[in-house]
T-cell receptor, first 109, second 112 residues
Framework: GIQVEQSPPDLILQEGANSTLRCNFSDSVNNLQWFHQNPWGQLINLFYIPSGTKQNGRLSATTVATERYSLLYISSSQTTDSGVYFC???????????FGEGTQLTVNP | NAGVTQTPKFQVLKTGQSMTLQCAQDMNHNSMYWYRQDPGMGLRLIYYSASEGTTDKGEVPNGYNVSRLNKREFSLRLESAAPSQTSVYFCASRLEVFTEAFFGQGTRLTVV
């Protein structure tokens, strides 16, 4: 199966800082999504981004499918951004969404 | 605007007991999924149902069974709970393959 590396595994920021989270894939993937799991365990869709760039407020994401990576940008971070960020993907055959191991983000006031 | 609803939210079982986790979605989605999440780990797929009337094993199906009761509902059954099944269980749905997935709030299960 496809191997994915999410980096960094852990990240600590001061409020107001910017950050970039990354997913690298060993092969072509489809249906790339980014999720945020908040400290209460809820999984929230951030972006559905099989290719290109999308922005939603302080967050934006870019997927370059031909180069097998996706990036999540967080600008002007806030304490409410804390939690775990997962990328998830689907192999070309479809039918199941697989999750990376996540990036644990802590934003301190 | 319920989306994906899971019941119960919390459950404690004794080893050997059985229980069923319920999941319902109101988005008219075709595909539904059950994942488990263990501490410090990502989500692992247990079973999925690509469409009403079909179910398939995921990455970690042992010890579980599922039923796609109708298009809205997808249940997960533990026939004889084991401590290794202590986890947080998430149900998800999406319209079809290669589309955006939506998750329920999770069920925190402890087996003692």
């Amino acid at each position: 199966g496809i191997q994915v590396e999410q980096s960094p595994p852990d990240l600590i920021l001061q409020e107001g800082a910017n950050s970039t989270l990354r997913c690298n894939f060993s092969d072509s993937v489809n249906n790339l999504q980014w999720f945020h799991q908040n400290p209460w365990g809820q999984l929230i869709n951030l972006f559905y981004i099989p290719s290109g760039t999308k922005q939603n407020g302080r967050l934006s994401a870019t997927t370059v499918a031909t180069e097998r990576y996706s990036l999540l940008y967080i600008s002007s971070s806030q304490t409410t951004d804390s939690g775990v960020y997962f990328c998830a993907w689907e192999e070309t055959s479809g039918s199941r969404l697989t999750f990376g191991e996540g990036t644990q983000l802590t934003v301190n006031p | 605007n319920a989306g994906v609803t899971q019941t119960p939210k919390f459950q404690v079982l004794k080893t050997g007991q059985s229980m069923t986790l319920q999941c319902a979605q109101d988005m008219n989605h075709n595909s539904m999924y059950w994942y488990r999440q263990d501490p410090g780990m990502g989500l692992r797929l247990i079973y999925y149902s690509a469409s009403e009337g079909t179910t398939d094993k995921g990455e970690v199906p042992n010890g579980y069974n599922v039923s796609r009761l109708n298009k809205r509902e997808f249940s997960l059954r533990l026939e004889s709970a084991a401590p290794s099944q202590t986890s947080v269980y998430f149900c998800a749905s999406r319209l079809e393959v290669f589309t955006e997935a939506f998750f329920g709030q999770g069920t925190r299960l402890t087996v003692v």
